[in-house]
């Protein structure tokens, strides 16, 4: 049975711009990789969170290191820092979450780089950040972007991970994504899906799931892909899209890839993906299952006796 995590979004005005990359060899090595690739025509950060996980081995779970990140980090590119429950961002909006990773930019909206931003400037590229992955296997992450640029971003987001245990077999698969889209000014607020088609529907992706025998080394599609075009004037849920698929096969890794477009004008786009793959039991596994329950009532009807 398929179980829905709830991931917490904040839905304020965080000054977000957000992406990610693809995995590459390194995923086999590490066990989960988790990118990001801010592009827009204010400039282009290639950023890898992996550094600020925590991996286990053994069960295949990972999650944010807080203590990497308790105090600010900061290099060329900006600052990681992280978002306790309560605090505030930029824009002065409180963000009840549990702790998340959040990262700026040095460069603002009008060109210039520095520590500090303004409402008015905002740090050209801001999001706050969660994921986490588990034994059922399960595999969850949630963000929030806002675009403070003059034109349409794109943001991708790449995350991947270990499958522990791994599926040997027939498998059942489920994927979703949800959130809200927020119009901070101009006419209205649009999120584009900007993957290229991948189940064959002729309709673009904005989440697509994938497998991997190899580690993370090369990938198949697990037909779970989910998202569509959405558009408000002010503020709207984005979702619930999801998708129930089967299949059979062996694999050890697995991948999110998200990417979309978002309209300019501190619009806001908050974002919570979600995946499932159970193996479906063997039919000689069944014959055991029903033996043993057979076995069970012959006992207890013995006792009676």
């Known amino acids: 049975m398929f179980k829905k995590t709830l991931v917490s979004i904040a839905i304020a005005s965080l000054g977000c711009s957000f992406a990610g990359q693809a995995m590459a060899g390194a995923a086999a090595a590490s066990g989960q990789q988790i990118g990001i690739v801010v592009q827009g025509d204010n400039g282009s950060w290639n950023l890898d969170l992996s550094a600020l996980m925590s991996f286990n081995a053994a069960t295949g779970a990972f999650a944010f290191d807080s203590s990497k990140v308790a105090a600010p980090v900061s290099d060329a590119q900006g600052e990681w820092s992280l978002a306790l429950a309560g605090s505030k961002d930029v824009d002065g909006v409180t963000v009840l979450t549990s702790d998340r990773v959040r990262w700026h930019s040095w460069e603002r909206v009008d060109g210039t780089s520095g520590a500090t931003a303004t409402t008015d400037n905002p740090w050209s590229s801001v999001f706050t950040f969660t994921a986490s992955g588990n034994v059922d296997p399960f595999m969850t992450y949630g963000f929030t972007a806002k675009n403070n640029t003059a034109s349409t971003q794109t943001y991708t987001f790449t995350m991947g991970e270990a499958l522990s245990p791994s599926v040997a077999g027939a498998y059942d698969i489920y994927a979703d994504v949800s959130g809200s889209i927020v119009n901070g000014t101009g006419s209205n607020v649009t999120i584009?899906?900007?993957?290229?088609?991948?189940?064959?529907?002729?309709?673009?992706?904005?989440?697509?799931?994938?497998?991997?025998?190899?580690?993370?080394?090369?990938?198949?599609?697990?037909?779970?892909?989910?998202?569509?075009?959405?558009?408000?004037?002010?503020?709207?849920?984005?979702?619930?899209?999801?998708?129930?698929?089967?299949?059979?096969?062996?694999?050890?890794?697995?991948?999110?890839?998200?990417?979309?477009?978002?309209?300019?004008?501190?619009?806001?786009?908050?974002?919570?993906?979600?995946?499932e793959i159970t193996p479906v039991p063997e039919p000689a596994m069944w014959g055991m299952l029903l033996g043993g329950v057979g076995l069970l009532g012959f006992a207890a009807r013995g006792r009676k006796k």
Request: charged share 15%; no cysteine.
């Open 192 to 275: 584009t899906p900007a993957l290229a088609d991948q189940d064959g529907d002729g309709i673009a992706e904005l989440q697509v799931l994938s497998l991997s025998n190899d580690g993370g080394l090369t990938f198949v599609n697990a037909g779970v892909d989910v998202g569509q075009k959405d558009l408000a004037t002010g503020s709207k849920a984005y979702g619930l899209y999801s998708q129930l698929g089967s299949g059979s096969g062996s694999f050890n890794y697995w991948a999110f890839e998200t990417q979309f477009t978002l309209t300019a004008g501190k619009d806001v786009a908050s974002l919570a993906g979600y995946a």
